[in-house]
């Protein structure tokens, strides 16, 4: 009887552990890049280079004004409505094209702090998404994002790890992140 | 101030701004078998504080931190 109760405890004790672990938090970074800033999506992107340095993984979710961050300046598509047009005309077309959150001063605030960052050999977004790229960041593009602003896959840039989906694919994700950034 | 560590590979980060020192220095470590040790070179002050957190996250130990001017040099042991 002892044995037997022994073991129903050991059991029973193997069942609490595998839910623990499976709450357990990962060693990985989450982040939402809601804003479309250049700073900030920059900032983003240092944080998420840095955490795969450091030995982390990094899942990035790009929605709302990040979203446009991710097309390609030499794509584009077809076969949108009006306000598709007008959002793909009005938003920026892509890393290169996004400004500076503060200090824009029509355009110059942000050419000026990229002409620094170049002096000082401070990685422009570009060169951040393409470091990212290549150490496995991966991204993951806001699909209610898309569709409200007449985006279509094809005008996004070629990353290696980049995926459409929504909410719940991001956070089964970010939900055991060591760390979960909104930026 | 002995020079009595074995250096296998130097890196020469220096002018590079952050997050490339850490970046550079993770990849730079795999490039070397555990125990050997890799002398990194870096202008970026950030690093002071930056490597000893990497190395601590990364399991690997800094054996000896020097300054040269503006010049840190961190000599990094691989343990894992």
Same mark, same amino acid.
């Given at each position: ?183 | =101030? +002995?020079?009595? !560590?074995?250096?296998?590979? @130097? ?9 490339? %020192?850490?970046?550079? =220095? +993770?990849?730079? !470590?795999?490039?070397?078998? @555990? ?9 970026? %002050? ?35």
């Amino acid at each position: 009887m002892d044995m037997q109760n022994l073991q129903n405890q050991l059991e029973e004790v193997q069942s609490q552990l595998e839910t623990l672990k499976k709450g357990a938090a990962e060693n990985k970074v989450a982040i939402i890049a809601f804003s479309g800033d250049m700073d900030k999506v920059l900032a983003s992107f240092v944080i998420a280079t840095g955490a795969v340095a450091m030995g982390m993984e990094a899942v990035m979710f790009f929605t709302f004004w990040g979203t446009p961050v991710l097309r390609d300046k030499n794509k584009s598509a077809g076969g949108k409505d009006l306000m598709g047009k007008l959002f793909g005309a009005m938003l920026p077309k892509g890393a290169g094209a996004v400004k500076s959150s503060k200090m824009n001063m029509g355009g110059m605030g942000t050419a000026m702090m990229k002409a620094v960052m170049k002096k000082k050999n401070i990685a422009s977004l570009e060169e951040m998404i393409a470091l990212a790229e290549e150490l496995g960041v991966r991204i993951y593009v806001c699909e209610m994002s898309m569709d409200m602003m007449g985006f279509k896959r094809e005008e996004f840039i070629d990353y290696k790890g980049l995926d459409f989906a929504g909410v719940a694919t991001f956070l089964a994700e970010a939900q055991n992140a060591k760390v979960q950034l909104f930026v | =101030m +002995s020079d009595d !560590i074995q250096v296998t590979k @130097v890196l020469d980060l220096k002018g590079l701004a952050c997050p490339m %020192p850490v970046v550079k =220095m +993770s990849k730079g !470590i795999k490039e070397v078998n @555990v125990g050997e040790v890799v002398e990194a070179h870096t202008t970026d %002050p950030g690093s002071l504080t930056d490597f000893p957190a990497w190395a601590k996250t990364s399991g690997n130990e800094i054996l000896k931190t020097d300054q040269d001017g503006d010049v840190i040099k961190f000599y990094v042991a691989r343990r894992s």
